[in-house]
């Protein structure tokens, strides 16, 4: 990656991140009914969403202090919107096929929160047969394998079969490329996701899933700005940090700079965008993470390939030039 973008990068990152942090309460849960949390993940899946990015920026470290520190008040917000873990317990008590309580909890655990009687369910559950015979698609199940790496449940009756799990997705099969759809296109930015723990792990991708998404990637992402999918051009962006020698293209991230708006919010698509603040929220917080995920994982990976070329200088400001 040039310095160019790595800059560009770094300021989408912390523009979003800005953004999801001061309209968090949009995304708050104090005013549902406590059964309905515990009956509809979707109830509570902005938190988590803002969750995951906010651990990937604490992860990687790259951010500035401003963004850290934004970044541990989204993850403590959430925290307590979960009742410090207890909602995620009530569900996988109530609903123990459920995968949304592991897979969230992983983003909390990741940055050192911890759940006691959670833990403990947890530690049940996926040594059983009923979870690992749960009807899932397969990028799904790569999911809940990821959370459990994640979380330290990957091991004894439970481990995964990283190979078997790959091969059984889409992007595993090395299908005909140009059959792709939109909701193909998540499923296979979502098997790199998982099977490189967001570009934490990059050798997790086979050579032949590395090759297949060193031709098509650049094409696929073109397809979808073109048709002002930027939610999903976005999550190919963060595809290509994920890869073990990754790809971006200034281009792209000069798109996706000028598609952000002033407050930091990115929108979803092309359609026009409501002026009411939850509307906005409830619309485009999902682009707006995917925008803080590109940038953070981008800046990790070129700040990454510096250190092992300069004997381990960081510049001071990652906004910086970088190489």
């Keep these: 990656m040039s310095p160019v973008p790595a800059r560009t990068a770094h300021d989408i990152s912390s523009r979003a991140l800005a ?3 001061a309209n968090r ?3 708050a849960l104090s005013s549902l009914p406590r059964a309905d949390l515990t009956h509809d993940d979707q109830s509570y899946k902005a938190v988590a969403e803002t969750s995951l990015a906010a651990s990937l920026v604490l992860r990687d470290g790259v951010a500035g202090t401003t963004e850290l520190t ?4 989204l993850l403590d917000f959430g925290w ?3 009742g410090d873990g207890a909602l995620l317990y009530e569900r996988l008590l109530r609903h123990p096929l459920k995968t949304d309580p592991l897979e969230t909890y992983a983003h909390f655990a990741r940055s050192g929160y911890r759940h006691e009687l959670l ?5 049940h559950t996926v040594t059983l047969r009923a979870t690992h015979a749960s009807e899932l698609h397969p990028n799904r199940r790569l999911a809940v394998a990821n959370a459990a790496r994640i979380s330290g449940y990957d091991h004894g009756a439970g481990a995964s079969d990283w ?4 091969r059984a997705t889409w992007l595993g099969s090395l299908p005909e490329p140009w059959h792709i759809d939109w909701l193909t296109g998540y499923a296979v930015t979502h098997t790199v996701f998982h099977l490189t723990d967001w570009g934490r792990m990059p050798a997790g991708l086979p050579a032949d899933i590395v090759g297949y998404l060193d031709r098509w990637l650049p094409m696929w992402t073109d397809i979808w700005a073109e048709a002002s999918q930027w939610d999903l051009m976005a999550e190919l962006m963060i595809v290509g940090s994920c890869l073990p020698e990754p790809f971006a293209e200034a281009e792209d991230w000069q798109r996706l700079a000028e598609l952000q708006h002033a407050d930091g919010m990115v929108p979803h698509d092309d359609a026009p965008v409501d002026d009411d603040p939850a509307q906005r929220f409830e619309d485009h917080q999902h682009t707006t993470i995917v925008a803080v995920v590109a940038g953070t994982l981008a800046l990790g990976r070129t700040l990454g390939d510096n250190l092992s070329q300069d004997g381990g200088h960081v510049p001071d400001d990652p906004g910086q030039s970088v190489g």
Excluded: I, K, N, V
């Excluded at 934004?70 to 008040?73: I, N, T």
């Excluded at 833990?119 to 530690?123: D, V």
């Excluded at 190979?163 to 790959?166: F, G, R, V, W, Y």
């Design 80 to 82: 307590e919107q979960l």
């Design 119 to 123: 833990e403990g369910l947890l530690a």
């Design 19 to 21: 953004w999801l942090h």
């Design 163 to 166: 190979a078997s799990l790959t």
């Design 25 to 27: 309460e949009y995304g």
């Design 70 to 73: 934004l970044a541990r008040e």
